[in-house]
């Protein structure tokens, strides 16, 4: 029974800029910078880090599921699910090797095994995996069906394919109200529920389930505009400087309104589709 381990040589990351483009387009998370402040700018309190690996969890029977996430980034959820799925492998592979690095040194973990490599040629081998999480990363790969592909041929018969995103329909998050105009660019950005249930039901996945969750990202705005003064998502390339200092000075004067007593959490929601393997 092959396992979901990966050979000595696959975990050991390349050369930096060994993969600088991917199938010819550019990764904007191959920049150290974006890369360098991603863990801080994107993690959540525990509780909501828990809550949502419970979520992805539950859409596996198995009880020591081999897992595996394609675009781990800095591997908070790899770890997360170390911590609390029992899993018996957890393997993160992504595309840049900036983003890996720091996987290293936030989320390291006995069971888990990191990985450079593609959503579209996944280097590993086939039928090793229960659980496969795609989370926040859908938008970045324009060929889903060749991607669906690939999670057809390493997840095991009835393993399951989770993917978490906003789909472009419920573009909703709190970042549009300080940058509004985000939300035109990523309308063009983000794919439609019904254009990756298509992909992926084409490559012979059944929809088990679409839902949305929301759980908090800050304990409030102060700390939320804190965050965002380092940029930390791949959306802020899409601004110029400018456009970026005014959305954060709107944001600045709403945390500086923000009472000390009564602080809001922020509250971010996803989409969350599950899909079945035949
Ligand atoms: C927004 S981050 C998400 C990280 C993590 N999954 C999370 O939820 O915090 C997107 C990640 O996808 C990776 N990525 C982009 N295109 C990829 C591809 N074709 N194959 C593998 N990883 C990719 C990027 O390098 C980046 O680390």
């Known amino acids: 029974m092959p396992t979901a381990r990966l050979d000595h040589g696959q975990a050991v990351l390349p050369k930096n800029g060994a993969l600088t483009t991917i199938l010819g387009m550019a990764n904007v998370y191959e920049d150290p910078r974006l890369a360098g402040v991603y863990q801080r700018g994107n993690e959540m309190p525990e509780a909501s880090l828990r809550d949502w690996t419970h979520l992805i969890g539950s859409f596996t029977e198995h009880p020591t599921p081999a897992v595996v996430e394609i675009g781990a980034g800095t591997g908070m959820f790899c770890s997360a699910m170390a911590r609390w799925l029992n899993p018996s492998a957890v393997v993160g592979i992504d595309a840049s090797v900036p983003m890996l690095i720091q996987a290293h040194r936030f989320n390291s973990h006995p069971v888990v095994q990191y990985a450079v490599g593609t959503a579209e040629a996944v280097p590993t081998g086939s039928h ?22 690939e999670l057809g041929r390493i997840l095991r018969p009835g393993g399951v394919v989770v993917i978490r995103t906003t789909f472009r329909e419920r573009l909703d998050a709190l970042v549009y109200d300080y940058w509004p105009q985000l939300r035109a660019l990523d309308e063009q950005r983000f794919p439609a529920e019904s254009e990756v249930l298509d992909d992926f039901a084409a490559a012979g996945f059944t929809v088990r389930t679409v839902t949305s969750f929301a759980r908090p ?33 709107r944001l600045e004067i709403d945390a500086q309104d923000e009472s000390l007593t009564r602080p809001v959490a922020v509250v971010e929601r996803h989409d969350v589709a599950a899909l079945s393997r035949a």
Request: cysteine-free.
């Open 217 to 249: 990202v800050t304990a409030s705005l102060r700390d939320y505009h804190a965050r965002m003064t380092s940029q930390p998502q791949s959306k802020f390339t899409q601004l110029t400087a400018g456009e970026f200092q005014d959305g954060l000075r």
């Open 128 to 149: 090793l995996f229960d659980l496969a999480l795609l989370s926040r990363v859908i938008h970045h790969l324009p060929d889903r069906a060749r991607v669906a592909g």
